[in-house]
């Protein structure tokens, strides 16, 4: 039986905890999001409420805690905030910072490929803030488009944290192989089950930056476990395949980024957006006095 949820007039109106429901917004693997006015903050926010049929599972219900849990360890301005953690008649919610614009799924559906200088600072404004995270011991394990959102003034900002883990966590492979997090972006110590760092999201954001530039994802397939071999066993493909025009210091970036090993990536955030920072530097035409 379908949760009320899949209606999206089903709340608009309604109370739900300390928000009145205005829009639907959205609905994920766990949960239902809908924009809100908080009746204490007086401020719009982003109510994300778990779905019902999860509500009795207490290990969604612990991956639902964990991303409040996680994000609220976070402050940046490029990482989604959390207002409020509660229940509601047996459903959690948060209570996010609500950002007004679109996702990074969106943008590359209506207007991929993206520009380079666009797509390399996206990617720069995206590692700043995973050097946040990975500072604070946090690694998101999805980085993906559909986790990145651009607000209409231009501010992008890191959302979903309902994957994180501390640096170092080793997840214990599913018995049906099920890989958690996107098979399309997920790196291959993630699908490996060995222990993930600041590199996994260095290769998940690699990917989002391959699909920005071409239009297309590197690894492609008929279901989701011919995709995960891909990303363990293929040669990874060369962006100019799809955008000769590329410069090479921008195709080996996005190759490094891919590297199968974690040691033959970027080492941490930082270096990485030092790296595109330098390409930028190298690609702006430059302004004279």
Request: glycine fraction near 6%; aromatic fraction near 4%; charged fraction near 30%.
């Amino acid at each position: 039986m379908m949760s009320m949820d899949t209606n999206r007039h089903s709340r608009v109106g309604q109370t739900f905890g300390k928000c009145t429901i205005l829009k639907y917004i959205g609905r994920g693997g766990m949960g239902t999001v809908w924009l809100a006015e908080h009746l204490f903050l007086r401020r719009q926010v982003a109510i994300k409420i778990l779905h019902n049929d999860l509500s009795s599972d207490p290990e969604e219900m612990a991956r639902f805690e964990r991303e409040a849990i996680a994000a609220a360890r976070l402050d940046h301005e490029n990482i989604v905030r959390i207002h409020d953690v509660d229940e509601e008649h047996g459903r959690p919610y948060i209570v996010n910072e609500y950002v007004d614009g679109e996702d990074l799924e969106e943008l590359i559906r209506k207007r991929s490929p993206l520009p380079v200088l666009r797509a390399l600072d996206i990617t720069r404004v995206v590692a700043k803030a995973l050097e946040h995270s990975h500072a604070a011991g946090v690694v998101h394990r999805d980085i993906k488009p559909g986790n990145i959102l651009i607000a209409k003034d231009g501010r992008i900002k890191i959302t979903d944290f309902g994957l994180a883990r501390e640096i170092g966590h080793r997840e214990v492979p599913l018995e049906d192989g099920t890989v958690l997090g996107t098979p399309f972006f997920a790196s291959p110590e993630q699908i490996s089950g060995l222990p993930a760092d600041g590199r996994t999201d260095i290769y998940s954001l690699g990917v989002t930056l391959y699909t920005m530039l071409t239009g297309r994802r590197p690894f492609s397939g008929r279901s989701p476990d011919s995709v995960v071999k891909k990303h363990l066993n293929s040669p990874r493909p060369s962006p100019r395949l799809w955008r000769p025009a590329l410069s090479r210091p921008v195709e080996l970036l996005v190759q490094k980024m891919m590297s199968v090993k974690p040691a033959d990536r970027q080492p941490n955030a930082k270096a990485l957006r030092h790296e595109i920072e330098l390409i930028l530097r190298q690609l702006r035409p430059r302004v004279k006095k």
